[in-house]
C-alpha cells in the first residue's frame, strides 16, 4: 500500500515562531488530508487537498499539494500555544487511509 | 450534537480474556474503522466496514474481530488479548455522499487505552 514519511518527527519552537512539517510519497498520491491530534485528544481532520500544486489556507495554516503529486507541507505562520499537538498527513482510498507517523509541535513562551 | 462515542475509555486486562470496545456514531455514516495508535508508529488501519455486513482487513487485522450488524455501531473483539495488543484505539466514521457532511472528513472516537498485562 502507500506510505507516506513525515519530517520532522518533532519540532519544539519559541511562540511566535513559523513551523513547517514535511510530507513525502515515492508514489502519486490522489488526495492528501491533514489531521491534528492535540495531547491526550483524537485526530480531529483539517483539511484535504486533491490537485496538484493546490495551495489552501485557514487562517494562519497553509497547506500545499506538490506539482507531482508526492509531496505536501503544512505551514504554520507565528506559532501560538494552541498550536500544540502532533500533525499528521493522511492518504488513501474511500475505504483505506494510511498516516503518516507525524510531527509533533510543542511551542513554549 | 455529532458524535462517534466508544467504550469503555480505560481498560486494564489481562492476558487471554476476551474483551469488546463499542463504537457508536450517530451521523448515519456508512463508513466505520478502527485505528490503534502506538508511539512512533502514527495510526494504524485494524479494519474498516463500507456498510452493514460489510467488512474487510486493514493493516494491522491479526488478533481482532469486528462486526457490523447494524449501521451506527462497529465494535472491535479481542477474543484472546496479548500485551503486544497494548495500546491506544480509534474509533472513526465517515459518510458517503452525505449532504450534511464532507464525504472526505472522519470523525474519531475520544479512543480506549488498553493495556494487556
Known amino acids: 500500500g502507500q506510505q507516506v514519511m513525515q519530517i520532522p518527527q518533532y519540532q519544539h519552537v519559541q511562540e511566535g515562531e513559523d513551523f513547517t512539517t514535511y510530507c513525502n510519497s515515492s508514489t502519486t498520491l490522489s488526495n492528501i488530508q491533514w489531521y491534528k491530534q492535540r495531547p491526550g485528544g483524537h485526530p480531529v481532520f483539517l483539511i484535504q487537498l486533491v490537485k496538484s500544486g493546490e495551495v489552501k489556507k485557514q487562517k494562519r495554516l497553509t497547506f500545499q499539494f506538490g506539482e507531482a503529486k508526492k509531496n505536501s507541507s503544512l505551514h504554520i505562520t507565528a506559532t501560538q500555544t494552541t498550536d500544540v499537538g502532533t500533525y499528521f498527513c493522511?492518504?488513501?482510498?474511500?475505504?483505506?487511509?494510511?498516516f503518516g507517523t507525524g510531527t509533533r509541535l510543542q511551542v513554549t513562551l | 450534537e455529532a458524535q462517534v462515542t466508544q467504550n469503555p475509555r480505560y481498560l486494564i486486562t489481562v492476558t487471554g480474556k476476551k474483551l469488546t470496545v463499542t463504537c457508536s456514531q450517530n451521523m448515519n455514516h456508512e463508513y466505520m474503522s478502527w485505528y490503534r495508535q502506538d508511539p512512533g508508529l502514527g495510526l494504524r488501519q485494524i479494519y474498516y466496514?463500507?456498510?452493514?455486513?460489510?467488512?474487510d482487513k486493514g493493516d494491522v487485522p491479526e488478533g481482532y474481530k469486528v462486526s457490523r450488524k447494524e449501521k451506527r455501531n462497529f465494535p472491535l473483539i479481542l477474543e484472546s488479548p496479548s500485551p503486544n495488543q497494548t495500546s491506544l484505539y480509534f474509533c472513526?466514521?465517515?459518510?458517503?455522499?452525505?449532504?450534511?457532511?464532507?464525504?472526505?472528513?472522519?470523525?474519531f472516537g475520544p479512543g480506549t487505552r488498553l493495556t494487556v498485562l
Open positions: 493522511v492518504t488513501g482510498t474511500a475505504s483505506k487511509l494510511t
Open positions: 472513526a466514521s465517515r459518510g458517503i455522499r452525505t449532504r450534511s457532511f464532507s464525504t472526505d472528513t472522519q470523525y
Open positions: 466496514s463500507m456498510n452493514v455486513e460489510v467488512t
